[in-house]
Structure formats: structure tokens, C-alpha cells
């Protein structure tokens, strides 16, 4: 079965496009050599598997993202390239199509979005931008699948371009020098060489490396340097680089000024009205605050809560009567009737009655990024990141963490700038992930039932807040020399379709149900077990537990910070492993519903020390799996301890401050 490989620019419907001509996934993993998510698809024809490129704006890269299509190209074999436009942005969408024509493998084009580009007075002669490039195209709206039908029978099809036809006149010295470059190669390359030679005189690191198993390393500088002499001596272009990347804008225009038609349009389309509020440099923070606000009224008090009280109710009710009679009925040991009862029902099912809150969270998030608005938070969010030494596209893994801070940290390999990279990843992790959301449900509906959204988003801003702190810190020390570049594409508003949004959903959420078969599962089994368990023997009390010993040498560590107990202890403890952990730990220790567990925490905390309890759940070590991929993405167990140790600091300071400061005001 054949393989086509899915290119396209950033925000041009890639995803939804892959959905339409698939269906769905048939697995995920990762690109040999990075942690880069690779997805790939059977199409409905069941005829080839398609494979979702990242998002690139040009072959030349910038980002461990930008480098996975390099190497694909490079190194994977694959039949046809399926390449998506956006036609309302064809200008730009060339350059890394005219990239791609010239690297000599059939392809096809799917033109997208030609209901915005209509809407914004631009008209497409696609029959004629079909002759010009030499290719098929297919005019589609990927959002609801309209041509998807037709572009899939394309695909299927033998009609492309024919290889290395497609050619742009560079001028004769950098023509000659492609030639020269070329006779260098192998004869029995599979790759197209006048590619190759145009890759590595634009400046393609990873080409480079390529051509240096062929080419000695000298002998391709000097090629090089030769080559930028003459160009910049004749032609004063400044470099290979802008060079070659003008006489392709060059190519371009000249095609553009054949296939568009530009009709007047007075009105601002919805999108740029929209734009002028959202994004104005007065309101778009508030807005955004607005929007979170609405988010976790939402989660907790207006739909989460009731639905997570009725779950509750049948997890501790119904299923906990059933398969206690169950267990009676096979005769089961006390043994195994505590293990399955207080330790797997209470542990994870104390974790799955927030589910409709986790889920309600990512339906919020998923709709404010299918609708356009979260680039538009980068955006707004530029200008504060500038002050503290980064840029607005950091932002952007900042928000995926409050989802869940893995993603988040990954999502930071698409910044550009190495120390950049670094800092966004380290700072990640003060984002208040979805794990930590069951902890501040129970909190904030035993201590504040009033103002739950208020406090909630408290603890979400003040995790921006802290993050942006220490950015300005370490910025002055590991980012003097570096210039920040900020590109980031804005897609025009779109109503989100209900499918996708479920799906999105749905693939944010899952992540959350099976922590809850695997993690947290195996966690609440041993929390049980080191309950049960203790120096005297099993079926002890809980003061006398293995669980009860390791709290204790905790507690009076965290006396300072108003819960110096061993039960706080030993779920912050287990809590490393995943934060849900602890309301597994605590639903087990204390043995009651977690409607009744919420009643029975006000007899073990104060307001005032429930609040510095959430502040350091908010802030202290990451999770097991985030610490995994920190040492992955930086490649560093010196800057994964580092974020491990500044995390405990942060949270235990400023717990320490909010609590000792409250009792000092008389709180």
C-alpha cells in the first residue's frame, strides 16, 4: 500500500482536510529521531495511507517541527504529495508549494478555503494556476468537506505533474552552479538533485548534512562561498538566501498576476471586525479573562458540578453496591473486598467523578481554538511576553498546558529560538494542567462554594503570573543575546463544526480516562496497599501504616504551610505520579464519597490553609510523565532537575508567605 505524504502551511485546514479523506487516525507515534507526533491514516478507498506532515511555511528550517519535513523528504519513501492551500493567502502558500513542485515527485493540490477567499473579493482561475504549476487542482472547503469526494478520487488517480518538470530560471551563475553541485552526486540518487543543490544553497542545515555522505565538507564550503561571491559581486543580492528566495517571489507574482481576480469590496469582512475588538490593545487581555472566567463557571458551578454529583452518586451508590454484592456473592476474602472496595473504587473512582468537568474544560478550550481566537491570544499576549524577554508565540504552549502539561512542553520545540525554547519549556509547567482541576473541585467546593470559578481562575492566572516572573529573571541571564522573532498566522473566524469539536474533545479527554485505567489505577492499588499494610502486619490501623510512616517524615516540613499532616504528606507524595493521585490518596485514607469527603476536608484544613494547599499543588514538582518529557526536549537531566528544584522553591515560598501572611493579618 502506497503512502502520500500531507503538506501545507500552518492554519490552512490540514487537520480537517486529513479528517475528511480519513476518517480518523490509524495510529500515532513518533518521527525517527525527535519526539515530533507522527499521524497517519488509511483514506476511505482503502487504496493508499495518508501521513500528516507537521505545519511548515518553507523547507528551510527553523524548528525541530520544520526539520521532520526535511527528513521525510530526505529519508521515507512515499508515492505522491497532497499539497493544501489556503486560497485567500495564496501569495505566501506558494513559496513552500514551489519548494515542494521542485522536488520532482507527482503531486496534487487541494486549493482550501475558496469561500474566504470569495468573501474577501479574491477570485482564483484554478484551471489556469493548474497549467501554470503543472499540476491537478482541486478546489475544496476542508471545514465541512465539500470536493474532499473529488480530491480523494484525484488521489487515486494516476493525472500529476511529471517529475522534476516543473523549473525556475535562477539566473546563469546560480543555474551553473546547480549544475556543478549536481555532477557531484551519485548518478543513481533517488532524490532530485537540482532539489538537493537549491536546499543547500538556500541554507538547509539538514541538506547539508545530507550531501556531506557524498561531498566533502570543504569542498561543498567552497562551493558555496564561491557561489554567494559571484551572485553578490553581479547581482548585490546580500545573500544565497534572499536571492533565491526573491527570484522566487519573482515566479509568484508572475503567476498570481495571471490566475487572480481582485473584485472591490468595501465592507470589512466579519473576521477583521471581530479582530478590531479582540485583539485591540486595551480589551484583548481583559477579554480573554473574561472568556477563562465564563470557561470555569462552566466547569464548576453552571454544568460540571451537577454532572459530576450525579456521577459520584452512582460510583459510590449504585456500582459500589453491586459489586459489593458481587464479591459476597463468589464468596471473596476481606483481603480482596477491601483492595477492590477501599482501595481500586475509592482511588479511581474519587478520579472519575471529575471526568465531566475535565471533559467540559477541553470542549471550552477546543472551541476557542477551532474558532480562531487562541492565535489571537498570542497576539494580544505579545507585547506582555516581549516585556519579560519572550514573544507571544510562547504563550501558545503555555495554553495547551492547561490542558495538560506534556503537550504543552512539546509544543514549545515550534519556537524558533534555541534559549527561547528553553525557557518556555521550563516555565510550562507553572501552567495549571486539567490533573490539577479534581484538587481545586474539592478544595473550592468545601472552602469556597460561592466564588469556585473565581477562585479557580485565581490559581490559573497566578500560574501565569509566576511563570512570566521568572521569565523576566532568566531572560536577563540566558537570553541576552537573542532576538525574538514573532510570526504567527491568523486563520479568519469559523463556527466550529460539532464533529470536530467532539472529536478534539475527545482527544484531549481521553488522555484523563486512560491515566485513570493505568496510573491512577495502579497508584490507588499500592496507596491501598501501604494503608492496609504497616510495620505490626496487614489490615492495621491507618495511623499505624506504611502510608501513615512515610507521610509522617514529610508533615512537619510542610507544617509551615498550614497542613503539616501526614495525610497531606502522603498525597502530595504519591502526587508526582500524576496529580489526579491525590484525591485517589486522600479519597482512600479518609474512605468516604467525594460528596462527603468535601465535608469532611473542612474538618481538616481552614480556608486559609486550603488555599495554600491548592497554590502548591498549583506550583510544585510536575508530574512523572511532564519531568520524562522536560529531560526529552531539552536533552538534559541538568535542566530537568533544575525545573524539578525551582518548581518545589517557587511553591513552597509562596505558600509559605500566603499562609504565615494570612494568620499575621488574622485570616
Not at 109 to 138: A, C, F, W, Y
Not at 468 to 485: C, Y
Not at 559 to 569: E, H, M, S, V
Amino acid at each position: 500500500m502506497s503512502e502520500i505524504a500531507l503538506f501545507g502551511n500552518p492554519n490552512t485546514g490540514k487537520t480537517s482536510l486529513f479528517n475528511h479523506l480519513t476518517g480518523s487516525y490509524e495510529y500515532v507515534g513518533n518521527w525517527t529521531g525527535v519526539t515530533v507526533e507522527k499521524k497517519v491514516g488509511l483514506l476511505r478507498n482503502k487504496k493508499h495511507h495518508l501521513i500528516d506532515l507537521p505545519g511548515i511555511y518553507s523547507m528551510k528550517p527553523l524548528s525541530s517541527d520544520e526539520d521532520v519535513a526535511t527528513l521525510f523528504l530526505l529519508n521515507d519513501k512515499f508515492s505522491k504529495i497532497l499539497n493544501i492551500i489556503d486560497a485567500s493567502q495564496l501569495e505566501r502558500n506558494l513559496h513552500l508549494t514551489i519548494q515542494l513542485l521542485e522536488f520532482g515527485k507527482p503531486m496534487i493540490i487541494g486549493l482550501n478555503m475558496i469561500d474566504v477567499s470569495n468573501q474577501r473579493g479574491i477570485q482564483i482561475n484554478e484551471t489556469k494556476l493548474s497549467e501554470l504549476l503543472e499540476v491537478p487542482i482541486h478546489p475544496i472547503i476542508a471545514r465541512n468537506g465539500k470536493g474532499c469526494k473529488e480530491l480523494l478520487n484525484g488521489l487515486d488517480s494516476n493525472t500529476s505533474n511529471k517529475i522534476e518538470s516543473f523549473k525556475i530560471d535562477y539566473g546563469r551563475i546560480l543555474e551553473n552552479k546547480i549544475d556543478e553541485l549536481s555532477k557531484l552526486l551519485p548518478s543513481d540518487l533517488n532524490i532530485s538533485k537540482r532539489w538537493l543543490a537549491i536546499q543547500y544553497f538556500e541554507g538547509n542545515e539538514q541538506v547539508k548534512k545530507y550531501l556531506q555522505s557524498f561531498i566533502p565538507e570543504i569542498q561543498l564550503q567552497e562551493l558555496y562561498l564561491d557561489t554567494e561571491k559571484q551572485l553578490t559581486t553581479t547581482e548585490s543580492c546580500g545573500s544565497l538566501t534572499k536571492f533565491i528566495h526573491y527570484k522566487r517571489h519573482q515566479h509568484i507574482q508572475k503567476i498570481t498576476s495571471q490566475i487572480l481576480v481582485k473584485t472591490k469590496t468595501s465592507k470589512l469582512t466579519l473576521t477583521d471586525r471581530i479582530d478590531t475588538v479582540v485583539t485591540n490593545k486595551v480589551l484583548g487581555i481583559p477579554i480573554f479573562l473574561v472568556l477563562m472566567y465564563i470557561t470555569f463557571m462552566l466547569t464548576f458551578d453552571w454544568l460540571g458540578f451537577p454532572l459530576a454529583d450525579i456521577l459520584d452518586g452512582f460510583i459510590s451508590g449504585s456500582l459500589t453496591n453491586w459489586i459489593m454484592v458481587l464479591l459476597g456473592g463468589i464468596g471473596a476474602s476481606a483481603f480482596l473486598e477491601s483492595l477492590v472496595i477501599d482501595g481500586i473504587i475509592a482511588g479511581v473512582g474519587g478520579v472519575l467523578v471529575f471526568v465531566p468537568q475535565i471533559f467540559i474544560l477541553f470542549f471550552a478550550i477546543s472551541l476557542l481554538e477551532d474558532s480562531g481566537y487562541m492565535a489571537r491570544v498570542a497576539m494580544v499576549m505579545d507585547k506582555l511576553m516581549e516585556k519579560v524577554g519572550l514573544n507571544g508565540k510562547a504563550f501558545i504552549p503555555m495554553i495547551i498546558g492547561f490542558g495538560c502539561n506534556v503537550p504543552g512542553v512539546m509544543a514549545a520545540r515550534t519556537i524558533e529560538q534555541p534559549k527561547e525554547r528553553l525557557l518556555t519549556t521550563l516555565l510550562t509547567p507553572f501552567m495549571s494542567c486539567s490533573a490539577r482541576l479534581p484538587v481545586y473541585a474539592l478544595f473550592v467546593g468545601a472552602f469556597f462554594a460561592k466564588y469556585q470559578a473565581f477562585v479557580v481562575l485565581s490559581l490559573y492566572v497566578l500560574g501565569i503570573i509566576i511563570a512570566l516572573i521568572l521569565a523576566r529573571i532568566f531572560s536577563s541571564v540566558l537570553l541576552k543575546n537573542e532576538t525574538s522573532v514573532f510570526i504567527i498566522e491568523l486563520p479568519p473566524y469559523r463556527v466550529p463544526q460539532i464533529r470536530t469539536l467532539f472529536r478534539s474533545t475527545w482527544d484531549k479527554g481521553k488522555g484523563f480516562i486512560r491515566k485513570a485505567g493505568t496510573i491512577i489505577f495502579g497508584g490507588s492499588v499500592l496507596i491501598w496497599f501501604l494503608s492496609y499494610s504497616g510495620p505490626s502486619g496487614f489490615d492495621v490501623p491507618m495511623n499505624e501504616s506504611f502510608l501513615a510512616m512515610i507521610g509522617g517524615i514529610i508533615a512537619p516540613l510542610l507544617a509551615p504551610l498550614g497542613f503539616g499532616t501526614w495525610q497531606a504528606g502522603a498525597g502530595l507524595l504519591t502526587g508526582f505520579l500524576a496529580k489526579e493521585v491525590i484525591i485517589s490518596t486522600m479519597s482512600i485514607i479518609y474512605f468516604v464519597p467525594e460528596a462527603n469527603l468535601q465535608a469532611f476536608m473542612a474538618t481538616q484544613f481552614t480556608p486559609l490553609s486550603a488555599f495554600s494547599f491548592m497554590v502548591f499543588v498549583l506550583l510544585y514538582v510536575p508530574c512523572l510523565a511532564t519531568v520524562v518529557v522536560i529531560q526529552k526536549e531539552l536533552n538534559s537531566k541538568k535542566w530537568m532537575a533544575f525545573s524539578v528544584f525551582i518548581s518545589f522553591f517557587i511553591a513552597y515560598v509562596l505558600s509559605f508567605l500566603i499562609y504565615q501572611g494570612g494568620k499575621f493579618i488574622g485570616l
